[in-house]
């Protein structure tokens, strides 16, 4: 990967950050480091502690995630889930993300990743 798609993983990492996490919770549960090694293992990308657990905690008073805590291994850790509300705002956002990925590449009147890419004052450009 190069270093401008590489750019654009990272924007589009910090802008769809919840949705990722929100993404993994759903496969099951997890505790903040693993949420960041599979960050790392899936994306190529870094977000540390400092990023992903306020991340975490403004997902739970959101409703989204709940967590407890797991006192059973030799260090405790804070464990999160989805909740329900969670299932839905994940399940609304894939909608609204197809959505948008359609929109970008479908069509005579829409927008194209292209051109948008190429061009360095991005405008709604049409096909």
Do not use: C
């Amino acid at each position: 990967m190069g270093p401008k798609s590489r750019e654009i993983q990272m924007k589009l990492m910090r802008g769809l950050l919840d949705f990722v996490i929100l993404n993994f919770l759903r496969g099951q549960p997890m505790h903040g480091y693993q949420i960041i090694s599979s960050l790392r293992k899936n994306f190529g990308v870094y977000f540390g502690p400092s990023t992903i657990y306020p991340l975490l905690s403004l997902l739970e008073k959101k409703g989204y995630v709940s967590s407890q805590w797991d006192l059973e291994n030799d260090r405790p850790r804070k464990v999160y889930n989805l909740t329900a509300q969670g299932v839905d705002m994940l399940t609304s956002a894939e909608v609204s993300l197809n959505h948008i990925y359609r929109k970008l590449t479908n069509g005579s009147n829409n927008l194209s990743l292209n051109a948008l890419s190429n061009n360095r004052n991005p405008k709604v450009i049409k096909i």
